[in-house]
Structures are given as structure tokens and as C-alpha cells.
């Protein structure tokens, strides 16, 4: 009985901790919001990784409404349609696009100047 006492122990311990390590905020982001990014479906496709970067026609920024404002959102959109001479214009939001943590998408469309 004991033994089993113990190996509960250690594993509600690993479980407590590597949950912990999941949940915690990140700083990613150069406007200084927690956990925005701009999401890329293709990002890990080795078949694109040596090929040139298709222009957009929309992007899709992730985050947790909890660490960042709106305000830091429309910035990071702005600056990754002017990349391409293009400007946001904001068209949806989803919940189906990006991952746990940042489970909101903004979606922008990058229309010419």
C-alpha cells in the first residue's frame, strides 16, 4: 500500500509540473505582447523550404486575449501585410486555425495600396 502511495506522489508531481511548464506565458512577440504570432500553416513543410515566399493574400494572427489588446494585434497585422506593399484590413476572427494556448485567430486581408 505504500508503494502505490509513493508512485501517486510522483506522478501527480510530474503531472503538476510539466502542466505548470505548458501553461506559463511566453514573451514572444517584438510590440511586446504575450503569445502573439503570425500563424503559417506551411511553416514546418520541408517541400516549401527551399522555395520562394508566396505573397499572401491574407494572414492570420494568433493569441490569448488575456496577453495582448487589440491595438498590438492590428500593429503586427499591419506590419506583415507592409512587407509586401499590401494593407490589413481585418475580416474574421476563428477558433479553428491556431493552437491550444493561442486559440484566437484574427484574420486579416492584405489588399494593395
Do not use: H, W
Not at 510590440?31 to 493574400?57: A, L, M, Q
Request: aromatic share 10%; hydrophobic share 40%; proline share 5%.
Amino acid at each position: 500500500m505504500r508503494l502505490f502511495s509513493q508512485c501517486s506522489y510522483v506522478v501527480l508531481t510530474a503531472a503538476l509540473l510539466l502542466t505548470g511548464a505548458c501553461a506559463g506565458p511566453n514573451e514572444a512577440g517584438r510590440e511586446g505582447g504575450k503569445n502573439v504570432f503570425v500563424f503559417d500553416p506551411s511553416e514546418f513543410n520541408r517541400d516549401t523550404f527551399s522555395k520562394p515566399t508566396v505573397i499572401p493574400d491574407s494572414i492570420t494572427i494568433c493569441y490569448n486575449k488575456s496577453g495582448t489588446t487589440a491595438a498590438k494585434i492590428a500593429n503586427m497585422a499591419v506590419k506583415e501585410c507592409a512587407k509586401y506593399n499590401k494593407t490589413a484590413k481585418f475580416e474574421d476572427q476563428s477558433l479553428l486555425v491556431c493552437p491550444l494556448f493561442t486559440p484566437v485567430g484574427a484574420i486579416y486581408r492584405c489588399v494593395a495600396n
